[in-house]
């Protein structure tokens, strides 16, 4: 999609197929407080360049496993985690996926329909095997929360269950607390196993503890779960490639044995992780004052992709846009499913400039004020042609 839309020359072309965030102006942005902790780091002379453990950088897993789980989480205070850093989000769910493919009995993943379209590869290469389970439903725009009751009911017992924790990649469509306690239940009296995704904390609700909910309730129940996480989005580290993956165990001591296996997995794929970024997630996460000022900057970027929203939704209200656009407003995080097919999409883009995967999924983060009545403007001309 970015190919095409650099290829066009047209003055009033739009790219909403990027899965990044972008100001106002339509610009990347690198947040202020990742801007203190880099010179905080530049300047610290006693700063060298040696290799970083195996598992990464000591501070930024414990901290990483501290704001999803919460500081409280009895998982963490029992040293039932074992959390090894990895090469973002996508790095951290290959590392997982390698572990469970070699220990783990049970080698089929159930992965929701549709889903970021890296995830099949990802875990097919590491050695399980991918079933899909439903998740969306065209016709209401949401969630299809009895197909997804029952394609988990019907997985074999022990299979690894796929979870997005929240801000649903591409369908913008997550379960309420009621349904994510519904398939904790499901899941836990079946001895499924949880393996969450977690890109976009704080991007769906501006709240850090909101956005970690889901993953919570699981873990504290007491059971065993993975979790990949990536700081991508949340910290604007797209190219630092940060993240991390926690295991939950059962008890402190299967959580020394888990490490020890995470370290063989990973020492012949990469020997170990890359300094920098980790450096800056940790300094930010260990100084409260850096931490909230990371939290309001990351609320500023939820808040703008809120605003977006609404913007568009009512830019379609008043055109008259025959439909129920309801949706834009209800679905969450960076992601809108718009609901329209390839050739409305193909239209959209050969009349108006406006690039969009074919799925008709728009990254409401590449909007703004501006460019918002050009694409109600084409959303109209596309449904009512
Ligand atoms: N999971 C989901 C659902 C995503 O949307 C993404 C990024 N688009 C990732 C994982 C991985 O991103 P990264 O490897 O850049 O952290």
Partial sequence: VTVAYNKDPSPVKVNLGVGAYRTEEGKPLVLNVVRRAEQMLIQNESRVKEYLPITGLADFNKLSAKLIFGADSPAIQENRVATVQCLSGTGSLRVGGEFLARHYHERTIYIPQPTWGNHPKVFTLAGLTARSYRYYDPATRGLDFQGLLEDISSAPSGAIVLLHACAHNPTGVDPTLEQWEQIRQLMRSKALLPFFDSAYQGFASGSLDKDAQSVRMFVADGGELLMAQSYAKNMGLYGERVGALSIVCGSADIAVKVESQLKLVIRPMYSNPPLHGASIVATILKDSAMFDEWTLELKAMADRIISMREQLFN???????????????????MFTFTGLNSDQVAFMRQEYHIYMTSDGRIS?????SRTVPHLADAIHAAVTK
């Fill in 364 to 368: 409401m983060a590449g909007l703004s």
């Fill in 315 to 333: 830019a379609l209200k008043i055109r008259e846009t025959p439909g129920d656009w309801s949706h834009i407003i209800k679905q969450i995080g």
